[in-house]
């Protein structure tokens, strides 16, 4: 069975939502046959790479004060916490994470896609660093596993899987999804936001008895 998770590295809400559905993988009898793809969704694809705060951007986006999204970000720290997730509260920028999902196709080539992303949103959450600046991009696919030079060159070719980034969006819009985190489990139930790893056991299960078996 496969099971597909739309992302962005720059949602906090992913970063909880993805070690949660892997806690809840980890107690589904059939884990062992599951096929886990990461697909792309980005939350601000107009934004452009610079140095404004991540709170400031996204109060400002959607018509909060700073305050309460800084109360939002508290909430995203201690639910990482609890998950056993490093999460800094406010030191982070605003940014396009185009190149960061072209990066995550290629390195699903290479079978090496979870272990990027893992690393990428440890990048961003606890430890503060830029993933929108191109050399600790690099030095995060080379920790995953990749070549140096290919990553350069993929990063280089803005052309290079962006037909992937664009396919994985127009799916996520034609299976009715408009947020992130979003699951969809063997293309037959969708699971939505930051559930219970529980909750994800036995979403994994519903979807397990019901799939096709011819």
């Known amino acids: 069975m496969r099971v597909e998770i739309w992302t962005d590295i720059a949602c906090p809400w992913c970063y909880v ?19 886990v793809v990461h697909r792309s969704f980005e939350l601000n694809p107009q934004a452009e790479n610079g140095d404004v705060p991540i709170i400031d951007a996204v109060a400002a986006q959607y018509g909060r004060t700073r305050e309460q999204q800084v109360a939002r970000e508290e909430q995203a720290s201690a639910m990482a916490e609890a998950m056993g997730l490093g999460y800094r509260v406010g030191g982070r920028v605003f940014g396009n994470t185009f190149d960061v999902h072209r990066l995550l196709h290629f390195a699903r080539t290479r079978d090496l896609q979870t272990r990027l992303m893992d690393i990428a949103f440890r990048i961003n959450f ?26 350069r060159d993929v990063l280089d070719d803005p052309n290079a899987y962006a037909q992937e980034v664009r396919a994985d969006e127009r799916l996520a819009a034609e299976l009715g999804a408009n947020g992130v985190p979003f699951f969809v489990l063997g293309r037959r139930y969708g699971v939505s936001g930051v559930q219970a790893s529980e909750a994800f056991t036995r979403a994994l299960e519903q979807a397990w008895a019901d799939r096709p078996t011819v």
């Not at 939502?17 to 096929?35: K, M, N, S, T, W």
């Not at 993933?131 to 990553?151: H, N, W």
């Open 17 to 35: 939502g993805a070690a949660r559905f892997r806690q809840g993988l980890a107690a589904f009898p059939h884990r062992d046959q599951v096929e």
């Open 126 to 151: 606890a430890e503060e660093r830029s993933i929108y600046d191109r050399e600790t991009l690099v030095d995060a696919a080379v920790e995953a596993g990749l070549d140096a030079k290919e990553v």
